[in-house]
């Protein structure tokens, strides 16, 4: 839900984030005209698009009472991590995380990189606490 602006009250889907800017595009909303020059490849003229707003300006929708909310964090009985809403108008309800959120754009490396350290390393024992062998002399 928009909180501020002239589409103040009025709901959407984000389109885009854009992180570098701590800005959003939300589809059909806060519309404004801009006017494009000719160019090689594309036409000119006067056209609609959609702006970015900044985050403090958009906040979640509660899903059980439609008003905006804050999104805080809770532990379940079994222990998986969920998104509640939370503050003023909020009934503490779970909000489900969006599908996009749960693929990451830039996957695991599969394959050890130069900086990696090898596990067999790792796992190599260079300190014996009880005989004070591999301490540093001072």
Known sequence: MITRGKDRGETGVIKRVIRSQNRVIVDGKNLVKKHIKQGQGH???IFTVEAPLHVSNVQVV???TGKPCKVGSRYLE???KVRVSRGLGASGSIIP???ILKI???P???VA???DTTLDLVLEKTYDAKTGKGMPEL
Do not use: A, L, N
């Open 43 to 45: 036409e000119g003229g």
């Open 62 to 64: 509660d899903p059980v």
């Open 78 to 80: 079994d222990g998986t």
């Open 97 to 99: 995380r969006p599908e």
């Open 104 to 106: 990451r754009t830039t």
């Open 108 to 110: 695991r490396p599969t």
């Open 113 to 115: 990189g130069p900086k």
